[in-house]
């Protein structure tokens, strides 16, 4: 994952990234923590994961559906970076975005 820029005029000379965001979360097959390659295999991404930034953790709903996720920013060995939770309750990963 990228490190924190050490000053203000660092932060400005990288380039920034966009996160887009998938219609819908994509659903990620069960993932093995032996097989590297769990993340490229939604075909989305491409290449093993080498980095893994978070957990980032939302929560709330209980009054209607529970929500509680754990985001990550994920990092392949190709540069991709995608955006994922992983959903508590439905015991799932899901890919919600994709940076560039």
């Known amino acids: 994952m990228h490190d924190l820029p050490a000053n203000h005029h ?3 000379a ?3 990234l966009c996160r887009r965001l998938l219609p819908r979360p994509v659903p990620l097959p069960r993932r093995d923590e032996a097989d590297e390659h769990w993340l490229a295999a939604s075909g989305l991404v491409r290449g093993p994961v080498v980095r893994m930034a978070g957990p980032y953790r939302i929560s709330g709903g209980w009054w209607a559906r529970e929500v509680e996720r754990d985001y990550y ?4 060995a190709h540069g991709d970076i ?5 959903d508590r309750p439905r015991d799932r990963w899901y890919i919600h975005g994709i940076l560039d």
């Open 10 to 12: 660092e932060a400005l």
């Open 14 to 16: 990288a380039p920034p």
């Open 73 to 76: 920013f994920a990092e392949t």
């Open 82 to 86: 995608a955006w994922l939770f992983y």
